[in-house]
């Protein structure tokens, strides 16, 4: 009985659970003001999205370079650079400010600190904007555990030519072992 146990204590080691659940309590403490949104409950927003009339009640910022982005996003997904112009994002929000329904923007990356970024500057250029500018209530989140955790969970994801994957680029070998071994892969 004792080696069963120290068998599933070792394969429950070898999963990314525990290191993901500390780098996303991490992330919260690094950015206390980024809004935090679960995997699940991106996932139930999408999901609302399709079955609606086609209006986007979410917009999805992918915060990682084309190389990781072209192996695999959530689809949908807009690219955009972590450390760069967000005038994009912004006029993208913008155009999507046609409703009175709620927007989400929640942005993504591999773990979540590139795209805690953004949702921060996205959050303090929104502050900047003249109130009345606005009719649409917006929404600035980080997806916890970002990518690695969507993918480690199965969630739909595709490739830069709209395919179906289940494959992640790993980022690095050290922030690679938040994602489940048989989803890396390093490039297309």
């Given at each position: 009985?004792?080696?069963g146990?120290t068998?599933?204590?070792?394969e ?7 290191s ?7 992330m ?17 927003l999408?999901?609302a999205?399709?079955a609606?009339?086609?209006?986007n009640?979410v ?6 370079p ?5 192996i695999?996003?959530?689809p ?5 650079d972590?450390?760069?112009?967000l ?6 929000i913008?155009?999507e400010?046609?409703t ?9 990356c ?5 795209s ?8 303090e250029e929104l502050?900047?904007?003249?109130s ?6 917006i929404?600035?989140?980080?997806l916890?555990?970002s ?26 070998s050290l ?5 489940n071994?048989q989803?890396?892969c390093?490039?297309?």
């Open positions: 009985m004792a080696t146990e068998t599933e204590t070792a429950e080691a070898k999963s990314p659970g525990w993901m659940w500390l780098t996303c309590k991490s919260r403490a690094k950015f206390p003001s980024v809004r935090q949104i679960a995997t699940d409950e991106l996932d139930r999408l999901k999205q399709q609606s009339d086609g209006s009640e917009l999805l910022l992918d915060s990682r084309v190389e990781e982005y072209s695999s996003h959530i949908d997904a807009v690219r955009v972590h450390g760069g112009d005038t994009p994002a912004l006029d993208r913008r155009q400010n046609d009175s329904r709620p927007l989400a923007v929640v942005a993504y591999s773990v979540g600190y590139r805690s970024v953004v949702a921060k500057r996205l959050e502050h900047k904007l003249p009345g500018n606005s009719n649409r209530p929404s600035i989140y980080n916890e555990g990518l690695f955790k969507w993918a480690n969970e199965g969630r739909a994801m595709e490739d830069s030519e709209g395919k179906t994957t289940t494959l992640a680029h790993p980022y690095s922030w690679g072992r938040l994602l071994k989803l890396h390093w490039s297309r």
